[in-house]
């Protein structure tokens, strides 16, 4: 399995960018979560967004109302469309994906991930500045 992100850049505050990841080799079946995480400077790695196979989705308050996260099942792809960027935004950003349901608020796959199991890309760097 491996998982290949793309989309990052650097930006102004206010402005937007929309990072992809496309899973090569994972099934992404209907007991299967895919989902970002974010690492910013000095800060522990964070779960910010999942979305099952059915098109369900949460959101960290973090980013709830600014970013979408999306899928194309056809191409195994998953997207984070980024508004309204905020300078504490910035970080290095994953995809990140399991045979796990997602779970309220995303924190059965969260936990997962973060417990080792799980795949992950090798991350895209947002930096927003202000």
């Known amino acids: 399995v491996q998982l290949m992100e793309s989309g990052g850049g650097s930006v102004q505050s206010g402005g937007s960018l929309r990072l992809s990841c496309t899973a090569y080799?994972?099934?992404?079946?209907?007991?299967?979560?895919m989902g970002w995480f974010r690492q910013a400077p000095g800060k522990e790695r964070e779960g910010i967004a999942t979305i099952d196979r059915r098109g369900a989705t949460t959101y960290a308050d973090s980013v709830k109302g600014r970013f979408t996260i999306s899928q194309d099942i056809a191409k195994n792809t998953l997207y984070l469309q980024m508004n309204s960027l905020k300078p504490e935004d910035t970080g290095m950003y994953y995809c990140a994906a399991d045979v796990v349901f997602c779970g309220s608020g995303g924190n059965d796959f969260f936990h997962r991930l973060g417990s080792g199991s799980g795949y992950w890309g090798q991350g895209t760097q947002v930096t927003v500045s202000s």
């Open positions: 080799g994972f099934t992404y079946s209907r007991d299967s979560c």
